[in-house]
């Protein structure tokens, strides 16, 4: 990256988002002073508040951790959402077989949701590699699939037999993770996914087989001229980043809801997509971003609360931090030497 | 247009006002029938048409212009480039257009084709109509052409009528405004590659050519092409000289191609240049041997047969190198810096990249092949073309490979920076290494020190004996008698 995109790109960011937030709360006729002090105190003034921040930044961190991977490596995995759900939903079938034991149960919830989101990605990376189907659209098409598989498992095949609502049954609280700290609701989902993160980091900057992904990734023409097996590795790349969407949906069915319903997720995937673009695609500065998404989605509520700004502005902000990076990424694109 | 100003808005308001153009690759609709794409390209077409009518079409237009354009329903995509380009002339020619311009139309056609293309295309302006060829090909614009308009990087070299001129002087204006190409890109940088002082090629030029076993009758041929340089052979290597061969082509084309098959086979030590103007298919066989292109027939490396399909990776791993013509975009990865291009495409470490040893291999390559940068951490980008190239020469030539494929290795390049390049693959071949090199410059082709062949529309020539001046080459490259 050069210079100026290494300046530009986060002062833009920075700089779009205070001023939308401060526009918004004017908008809604508050001080955009008070209405920054009630986010920032809703998304880390105390411990539930913290707490809250951190259990949504669970979801967000994996799948833009997801993301990271697939846009390194020149593949476009639009699919994060399906492939969340595709996780959560076998989570959900296989930990009440196995609340028996609470240890295994968790283990195999989580190998479940991650085998699960990366078969899920499955059919777009064949189609893309066998029949130059794009894959936006594909993983776009399968989100939709995956929507309304849930939909139909939590009335069919997954139902509660118990209870009038379509929910799937609920994880015993001996195998749901207990929480971190007293006073939050936060468990140590958010470690495992910060440690993916991290580790993503680790295997993109310094692991041979990282050298590898980023090569294909900058330069696909370049890399099979080299010798490099590129449609491995592409798949490769989104096999793992459908894993690691699917494991934030089994973590999400393991850390905080404890059953699959209808509707399930409230746009993870993308939001972690959204997460990754604003961190140029570098795992730990997207997780960094997931983890801001979150606080955002924390603190907004209390800001409703305290000074009447709406807490859509915390689906707002993260879209105008997105389309305010990519233009300084494309500025400073420009100007770059 | 017919002395009125025109002036068009798309590429249907041109051929409405009765100008045709047939593109250097096609634009039809490959999910339609060959029937439905002739109709779509008629001008003369009716709003509705039957079916029937439609097939009838292509073969009424089979009949006029004897080109042969596939049955009525075939798929268009599912046609080789030859048919595809066939229908997109056959299209052009059926809506009788008053202006008619063609962009290189007979790259994939044969010989017969040729001629009954031509005949068609006089006959068009015999009726009136003005006809405009593009193309690479001399022998063409002689053979029929009233005018002709050599353009050399958009100006105009010369204009003239066709009996004021020579294919002589065309072919060597032709070959003279293409080494001002090839000198301009780089020049400002002479300077600064020079005053380092290049290192002198520190290997013998000349590398043995062995005699082509396909031509046997072309020995003494080969042997003089060789010249002095088989003096300068140790006995180990001519005793490597006979065991196999490194690369050995049988009956090839590109896939759906109509070019003649040709045969060739490279001994280890032995270099050839194949030297072509662009757009006759040189670049094409070696792209195909480095298994980026389809191909018929049958292509061996060091005795592995590669897919047909084309395999990089099958090259790669038969011990085949290759130094490609662009090597911004198919030689290095610009955003890596220079120790993690030459780690590629087998990065050192088990669990973690052994950046050490990254290091050490970075400054050793560029130590060895004069990569001149302040550090190994410094990205491609940032490196002029010559050290680009160069690092591109220190990545594939590492291995020891078998076969070194390089397409235009030294394009661009400052005469130094050049020389250090033919140098380093001539010592390729002196280890024991075959290399096919293709150039489109006559002056560089003996400099190699390897055997010659002239390729013309994907046919090659025999092996030109060493000494054969620019001219006579040129002549050659653009299709005319030496």
């Keep these: 990256m050069s210079a100026p995109r290494r300046v530009l790109v986060p002062a833009a960011a920075a700089g779009a988002a205070i001023a939308s937030l401060a526009a918004l709360a004017l908008l809604a006729g508050a001080s955009p002073l008070d209405a920054l002090r009630a986010l920032a105190s809703g998304s880390a003034g105390s411990r539930a508040a913290l707490g809250e921040t ?4 669970t979801g967000l961190v994996l799948t833009a951790a997801g993301a990271c991977l697939a846009l390194r490596t020149g593949v476009l995995n639009i699919g994060l959402e399906g492939q969340f759900l595709a996780g959560a939903a076998a989570a959900a079938a296989v930990g ?21 989101g990366a078969l ?15 894959e936006v659209l594909s993983t776009i098409l399968l989100n939709l699939i995956a929507a309304t598989a849930v939909s139909g498992l939590v009335r069919g095949a997954l139902r509660d037999p118990v209870g009038d609502y379509p929910q799937s049954r609920a994880l015993p609280d001996a195998v749901r993770l207990a929480p971190l700290f007293g006073g939050g609701r ?16 680790v295997l993109l900057s310094a692991t041979p087989l990282g050298l590898k992904l980023r090569a294909v990734g900058l330069a696909p023409a370049a890399s099979r001229a080299i010798g490099l097996p590129e449609a491995r590795l592409k798949l490769l790349a989104f096999a793992g980043s459908g894993a690691l969407a699917g494991l934030a949906g089994g973590l999400e069915v393991l850390a905080v809801t404890g059953r699959l319903y209808d509707p399930f997720s409230a746009g993870t995937g993308y939001a972690g997509l959204a997460a990754a673009l604003l961190g140029q695609a570098q795992p730990v500065p997207s997780a960094l971003a997931g983890l801001f998404f979150a606080a955002l989605g924390a603190g907004s509520s209390a800001m409703q609360r305290d000074t009447g700004v709406p807490a859509a502005v915390a689906s707002l902000v993260p879209g105008i931090l997105v389309l305010a990076v990519l233009a300084a990424r494309a500025r400073a694109g420009r100007s770059a030497p | 247009m017919d002395g009125r100003r025109a002036r068009f808005r798309s590429a249907r308001d041109a051929r409405d006002a009765g100008l045709a153009l047939v593109p250097q690759h096609d634009l039809l609709v490959g999910a339609a029938s060959v029937a439905d794409n002739l109709a779509l390209l008629d001008r003369n077409a009716p709003l509705f048409e039957s079916a029937r009518a439609r097939r009838a079409r292509v073969t009424r237009l089979t009949d006029a212009f004897g080109l042969e354009l596939g049955r009525p329903d075939d798929r268009v995509d599912a046609l080789p480039v030859g048919t595809r380009q066939r229908i997109e002339i056959a299209g052009a020619l059926a809506g009788e257009p008053g202006v008619l311009i063609l962009d290189e139309p007979t790259a994939v056609l044969s010989p017969d084709e040729t001629a009954a293309l031509f005949a068609a295309l006089r006959k068009r302006a015999e009726s009136g109509a003005a006809v405009v060829l593009i193309t690479h090909r001399l022998a063409e614009v002689f053979a029929g052409a009233d005018r002709l308009t050599l353009l050399a990087r958009g100006k105009t070299v010369k204009a003239c009528r066709i009996d004021e001129t020579t294919a002589a002087e065309i072919g060597g204006l032709l070959i003279a405004s293409a080494e001002q190409t090839a000198l301009s890109e780089e020049t400002p940088k002479i300077f ?15 590398a043995p050519a062995s005699p082509d076993l396909n031509h046997p009758s072309k020995k003494s041929t080969a042997r003089s092409a060789a010249g002095s340089a088989v003096s300068a052979v140790s006995p180990f290597t001519f005793e490597v000289t006979r065991r196999g061969t490194n690369l050995e082509v049988v009956g090839f084309r590109p896939a759906g191609s109509r070019a003649k098959q040709i045969s060739l086979s490279l001994s280890p030590g032995e270099l050839l240049v194949l030297l072509a103007i662009d757009g006759n298919g040189a670049d094409t066989i070696a792209a195909a041997v480095a298994g ?54 087998a990065p050192p470490g088990r669990l973690f990249l052994d950046r050490t040893a990254m290091r050490a291999r970075a400054a050793e390559g560029m130590a060895a092949f004069a990569v001149r940068a302040s550090s190994p951490a410094i990205r491609a980008a940032g490196l002029s073309g010559g050290n680009q190239q160069k690092l591109v020469l220190a990545r594939e ?28 693959l001539a010592g390729a071949c002196g280890a024991g290494a075959s290399a096919l090199v293709v150039t489109a410059d006559p002056d560089e082709a003996f400099l190699y020190g390897g055997g010659v062949r002239v390729v013309t529309r994907g046919a090659l020539s025999d092996l030109l004996p060493e000494g054969t001046p620019p001219s006579t080459l040129g002549r050659l490259m653009a299709g005319l008698a030496a």
Excluded: C, Y
């Excluded at chain 2, 600064?192 to 000349?206: K, R, V």
């Excluded at chain 2, 235009?408 to 130094?416: E, K, Q, V």
């Design chain 1, 186 to 201: 936060a468990t140590a989902a958010v470690l495992l996914a910060f440690l993916a993160a991290a580790l993503l980091a």
């Design chain 2, 192 to 206: 600064l590659e020079g005053e380092e002082g290049e290192e002198p090629p520190e290997l013998p030029l000349g």
């Design chain 1, 54 to 57: 951190l259990l949504r930044s």
């Design chain 1, 120 to 134: 899920w990605v499955l059919p777009a990376a064949v189609l893309a590699a066998k029949r130059n189907v794009p």
């Design chain 2, 292 to 345: 980026l292109q389809p191909f018929a027939g049958s292509v061996r490396v060091a005795g592995a047969a590669l897919p047909r399909s084309g395999d990089p990776l099958a090259f790669r791993a038969a011990g085949g190198a290759f130094v490609p013509a662009d090597r911004r975009e198919e030689g290095l990865v610009l955003d890596l810096d220079i120790a993690e291009n030459l780690a590629l495409p």
């Design chain 2, 397 to 424: 030539l590492a291995g020891v490979p078998r076969l070194v494929v390089a397409i235009h290795p030294t394009r661009g390049l400052d005469l130094a920076a050049s020389a250090a390049v033919r140098a380093r």
């Design chain 1, 96 to 116: 009440p077989a196995l609340a028996g034991i609470p240890l295994l149960a968790r283990a195999a919830m989580l190998l479940a949701a991650a085998a699960a």
